[in-house]
């Protein structure tokens, strides 16, 4: 009964270091998403993946990519990162049209 | 584009108290509205939704009704509980195309015994 399974919990690194998040379902779902959530902001979509094999930019990608390694993973990496990339980064997946499931969440944060 | 609006917090309210997060919408089009709830240290889940005007979405208690003549859909609980103390986000879906939702920034509910 896992859902959305993100890895890691929490990580620190300093400004220019690269990291990929990773997620995983086990839903069979369709899409996936990444979102970062700042402090009075809501959440803000990063990229997502309508399928597998597809990908696309959302409000804002600027400093990341992403891999949809296959249907049940989907990663999200940052190449070199800045200080204003500290948020708390969630993974999200559904079914097409339907609501979506969230993982727990990855506390980042960059010295 | 489209966008979300949520009343800011925190809302302290003591136990049984009623509840009002107010929600309103700019959207084109006819987009579904939904609630997500965020307890501390968890990921957002899926607390109701609504899917036209006029429907109402409903679970533990919580009620929000699609008001498409106030582009509204306001959270509302009879009597809360400490158990209810958690982060509420409304959020649309567009009707065009792609599952795409947006955010509202979150209401901070805080429920004292």
């Known amino acids: 009964n896992a859902g959305v399974t993100q890895t890691p919990k929490f990580q620190v690194l300093k400004t220019g270091q690269s990291m990929t998040l990773q997620c995983a379902q086990d839903m069979n779902h369709n899409s996936m998403y990444w979102y970062r959530q700042d402090p009075g902001m809501g959440l803000r979509l990063i990229y997502y993946?309508?399928?597998?094999?597809?990908?696309d930019k959302g409000e804002v990608p600027n400093g990341y990519n992403v891999s949809r390694l296959n249907k049940r993973e989907f990663s999200l990496r940052l190449e070199s990162a800045a200080p204003s990339q500290t948020s708390v980064y969630f993974c999200a997946s559904s079914d097409t049209d339907q609501p979506q499931h969230f993982g727990d969440g990855t506390r980042l944060s960059i010295l | 584009g489209d966008s979300v609006t949520q009343m800011e917090g925190p809302v302290t309210l003591s136990e049984e108290a009623f509840l009002t997060i107010n929600c309103t919408y700019t959207a084109t089009g006819y987009p579904s509205l939904f609630w997500y709830v965020q307890y501390p240290g968890e990921g957002l889940q899926l607390l109701l939704k609504a899917t036209k005007a006029d429907d109402k979405g409903s679970n533990k208690g919580f009620e929000a009704t699609y008001r498409k003549e106030t582009t509204s859909f306001h959270l509302e609980k009879g009597s809360v509980q400490v158990s209810d103390s958690a982060v509420y986000f409304c959020a649309l879906r567009g009707s065009g195309g792609y599952n795409k939702l947006i955010f509202g920034a979150g209401t901070r509910l805080a429920v004292h015994p």
């Open positions: 993946s309508a399928s597998e094999g597809t990908t």
